[in-house]
Structures are given as structure tokens and as C-alpha cells.
């Protein structure tokens, strides 16, 4: 069973940066498109970024491209998500997630339990 263990989160003020962690056990990460999701209280969960796994192709939500950049690290079995210039609309849970598809979907197999980000203005 594939398991995802999200970490990272906290407090920041405006203009700051933070970098998540998820770091996946139980499955061949090599082989799994990986993706990161917030929500935020009282909205819906979105999706922020994702990489597959056959090309490395990333996409990013318009809201947080030029800002945030996502890589993984096959050898330590790890999901990064950098994210620099925060803003008060980042503040939300950001939740890892993966696929067993090649390419990012809206269908993800696997779901970590989430780190807090809350940015202060």
C-alpha cells in the first residue's frame, strides 16, 4: 500500500518561502505521477502542481506559476514543492497526492494527510 507522509508546513509571513516534503513508501515512486492539492477553509480542494512520472512534464495552477516549482527526487523517494513570494490566498492544508497514470489527471490513487501552510500579511 502506498503511503504519502506530507511535511513542511507552517507560518509565514507575505513574501516568504517554505518548501514541502512528501515522502512515499510502499510503491515504486519512479513509477507514480505525483501531484499537490490545497484547500482552503471553506473552498474546495484545487489542484496546485503536478509531475508525471514517465517525462517529468510539470503544470502549475495559474495562481501560483512563477511562484511555486515542483521536482522529485527518485533517490530518496521524495515530492518537493517550493514555494517562494507567498501570499495570504496560499494559507490553506496542501495534501500530496499520486497516480499510477503516466501523465496528471483529475483522478489521483493515493492521498497523504495534509500540512498546514498559513501565510500572514
Known amino acids: 500500500q502506498v503511503q504519502l507522509v506530507e511535511s513542511g508546513g507552517g507560518l509565514m509571513q507575505a513574501g516568504g518561502s517554505l518548501r514541502l516534503s512528501c515522502v512515499v513508501s510502499g510503491g515504486a515512486f519512479s513509477s507514480l505521477t505525483m501531484g499537490w492539492f490545497r484547500q482552503a477553509p471553506g473552498k474546495e480542494r484545487e489542484v496546485v502542481s503536478a509531475?508525471?512520472?514517465?517525462?517529468?512534464?510539470?503544470n502549475y495552477d495559474d495562481s501560483v506559476k512563477g511562484r511555486f516549482t515542483i521536482s522529485r527526487d527518485s533517490a530518496e523517494n521524495t515530492l518537493y514543492l517550493q514555494m517562494n513570494s507567498l501570499k495570504p490566498e496560499d494559507t490553506a492544508v496542501y495534501f500530496c497526492?499520486?497516480?499510477?497514470?503516466?501523465?496528471?489527471?483529475?483522478?489521483?490513487?493515493?492521498w497523504g494527510k495534509g500540512t498546514q501552510v498559513t501565510v500572514s500579511s
Open positions: 509531475i508525471s512520472w514517465i517525462d517529468h512534464l510539470t
Open positions: 497526492a499520486a497516480s499510477r497514470r503516466a501523465r496528471p489527471t483529475a483522478r489521483y490513487d493515493y
